[in-house]
C-alpha cells in the first residue's frame, strides 16, 4: 500500500538542462518515467527516496534517428516505440523482438528503454541485446556528457557506473552486421519475467563477429566474449556450451533454480547456433 | 542529447505536452496540488497529492470505479485505461502526468441512454467472465484492439490482450467476445 507516503515530493523540469540542473542542486532524486518498475517499489515498500524527477514529460529524449553509420535511441523511447521504429527494425531487429516481449502491452506502451536499463535488473529483456549489440550508454549531467560502452556499465547486482547527478539520456549502436537472434525463456509468453534471455550475433558470411550475450544468468548481464571466441574458433557446440557453463553464474531463485537455468543456457546456445547456420 | 526539445516529426500532442511541462511548478507536492484530468471527454478538477496514480485518482477522488484495483503493481491489468489512444497501466501511471490526455475509462463506454458499448454486449452475450474483478480491463483493452484493428485477427487480439490476466481462466469466451464485437463493430 501507498498510503502514508504524504511527505513524497515530485520535481517537474521544463528541459533537459533544467532537469539535470535539478539533480546537481536539489539531489538525491530518483527519476520516474513510465513507472512500470518504479510503483512496483514504491507499494513493496522498498523504494528509498522521498524525491522525484519526472522525465516523461521530455519529449526529445524520445528520438530515434541515423547519424553517420550510429543508431541513437533516446532514453525516453518506449518499447512500443521501438518495436514501431522502421529504424530499430531494420538495423537493430533483435531488439524490436526484445520489446515485444517486455510486460504485455501495456507496460510496453509505458516502459522504456533508458528505464529498463537504469533500472538495472539482471533479468532486464533489452540488456543481452544492447550488450551484444556493443551499444554505448549516453549520460549526462550538468557538467558533462560521458559515453560508456555498455558491457562496462553495471559494476554489480543493480549496480552501476551512473551517478547520482547523472541522467541515461539515450544510447548509441554502432551498424550490427550478421544475423541477429533473440530468445526469452520465461513462465508465461507475456507478462512474465525472464528465467534466461539471450541475444546473438551470427556472421554472415565474411561480415560480422560472433556475439553472444545472456540475462537472468549472472548479478549483471554477462557477454560470453570467450564463448564467442570458441564459436568463432570452430570448437563444437558441446564445448561451447560447456565454456558458456563457465561464463554464467545463475541462483535458485523465485523463477527458477540454478539448474534450470544453466541447462537452458546452454540449449539457447545449441539453438542460437543451429538458426545461424539454416539457410 | 542535441536534438532534445521538439523535433520536426512532433505532433501537435508533443507540443502540447512540451508547453505543459514548461508552464507547470516546477516542484510538487507534498500535500495536495490542483490537478485537472479529461476523463471520459469530462473535466475533473481534483486537489490529490503528486504521488496519486491514476487509477486512485478515478476510483477515489472522481467515484469512477468501474476499473479495478486488482494487483496494484502494474502485472494483471484490471486496471486498464486507454490515455491518447494507447492503453495503460493506470496503477502504474502518475495522474498528475497525464493532464492535457484524453484519459478513457470502462465507465465511459456506455452510451449516455444506458446501451452498452458493442464490447460490454458481447462480453455478456458470449458470457465472457466469472468473478468479473478482470473484466473492466479487458473490456477497455479489447476496445482499443478493435480501434486500432477493425478486421482484427486472433493473433492481433491475443496479442493486444497479454497484458490482462483472468485468474478463472476465462480467456476462450474473451477471445469468443472480441472476435463477435469485431463484427459488431464492422456493422
Not at chain 1, 538542462?17 to 520516474?32: C, F, N, S, W
Not at chain 1, 528509498?48 to 522525465?55: A, M, P, S, V
Not at chain 1, 565474411?206 to 570448437?235: F, I, K, M, W, Y
Amino acid at each position: 500500500m501507498i498510503g502514508s507516503l504524504s511527505h513524497r515530493t515530485l520535481l517537474q523540469p521544463r528541459s533537459l538542462t533544467d532537469a539535470l540542473k535539478m539533480l546537481r542542486d536539489e539531489g538525491p532524486l530518483v527519476p520516474l518515467a513510465g513507472c512500470t518498475d518504479l510503483y512496483v517499489s514504491l507499494n513493496f515498500g522498498t523504494l528509498k527516496g522521498t524525491r522525484f524527477l519526472n522525465l516523461w514529460g521530455l519529449a526529445g529524449l524520445k528520438d530515434i534517428s541515423v547519424r553517420g553509420d550510429v543508431l541513437s535511441i533516446g532514453a525516453l523511447a518506449t518499447h512500443t516505440d521501438l518495436i514501431r521504429s522502421p529504424l530499430v527494425q531494420k538495423r537493430i531487429p533483435m531488439l524490436a523482438a526484445a520489446a515485444r516481449e517486455v510486460g504485455g502491452v501495456q507496460i510496453q506502451n509505458r516502459g522504456t528503454l533508458g528505464g529498463n536499463v537504469a533500472n538495472a535488473s539482471p533479468a532486464g529483456d533489452t540488456l543481452p541485446v544492447l550488450a551484444a549489440a556493443d551499444a554505448v550508454v549516453v549520460l549526462r549531467s550538468a557538467a558533462e556528457t560521458r559515453r560508456v560502452p555498455f558491457t562496462t556499465f553495471y559494476t554489480g547486482y543493480r549496480q552501476s557506473v551512473r551517478r547520482l547527478d547523472e541522467l541515461i539520456v539515450g544510447f548509441e549502436i554502432p551498424a550490427i552486421h550478421g544475423r541477429q537472434w533473440f530468445r526469452k525463456v520465461g513462465t508465461r509468453a507475456a507478462q512474465a519475467i525472464s528465467k534466461v534471455v539471450i541475444a546473438g550475433v551470427a556472421p554472415a558470411g565474411r561480415a560480422g563477429s560472433v556475439r553472444v550475450a545472456l540475462g537472468s544468468v549472472a548479478p549483471t548481464v554477462v557477454r560470453a566474449t570467450r564463448t564467442e571466441a570458441a564459436l568463432a574458433g570452430g570448437a563444437t557446440i558441446g564445448d561451447a556450451q560447456r565454456t558458456l557453463l563457465e561464463e554464467i553464474a545463475p541462483i535458485d531463485d523465485i523463477r527458477s533454480t540454478s539448474e534450470y537455468r544453466r541447462r537452458v543456457a546452454a540449449n539457447l546456445l545449441a539453438r542460437f547456433w543451429a538458426d545461424a547456420h539454416r539457410k | 542529447m542535441k536534438s532534445a526539445g521538439v523535433t520536426s516529426l512532433a505532433t501537435a500532442v508533443t507540443t502540447a505536452t512540451v508547453a505543459q511541462a514548461q508552464t507547470g511548478p516546477r516542484l510538487v507536492g507534498p500535500g495536495d496540488v490542483p490537478v485537472t484530468l479529461m476523463v471520459n471527454g469530462k473535466r475533473l478538477e481534483l486537489k490529490i497529492e503528486p504521488r496519486v496514480t491514476l487509477l486512485d485518482a478515478i476510483r477515489n477522488r472522481a467515484d469512477l470505479t468501474g476499473n479495478k484495483r486488482v494487483c496494484d503493481r502494474g502485472t494483471c491489468g484490471a486496471c486498464t485505461m486507454i490515455v491518447d489512444g494507447r492503453t495503460v497501466y493506470s496503477c502504474s501511471t502518475l495522474a498528475i502526468e497525464v493532464q492535457g490526455k484524453q484519459i478513457r475509462t470502462v465507465d465511459g463506454l456506455a452510451s449516455a441512454n444506458g446501451a452498452m458499448h458493442p464490447v460490454q454486449q458481447a462480453f455478456c452475450d458470449t458470457d465472457g467472465l466469472m468473478c468479473g474483478f478482470c473484466t473492466p480491463g479487458f473490456v477497455v483493452a479489447t476496445v482499443a484492439v478493435l480501434e486500432k484493428h477493425p478486421n482484427a485477427t486472433r493473433d492481433q487480439i491475443s496479442k493486444g490482450l497479454d497484458g490482462n490476466i483472468c485468474r478463472c481462466g476465462t480467456f476462450v469466451r474473451i477471445m469468443e467476445a472480441a472476435m463477435k464485437a469485431r463484427t459488431v463493430a464492422r456493422g
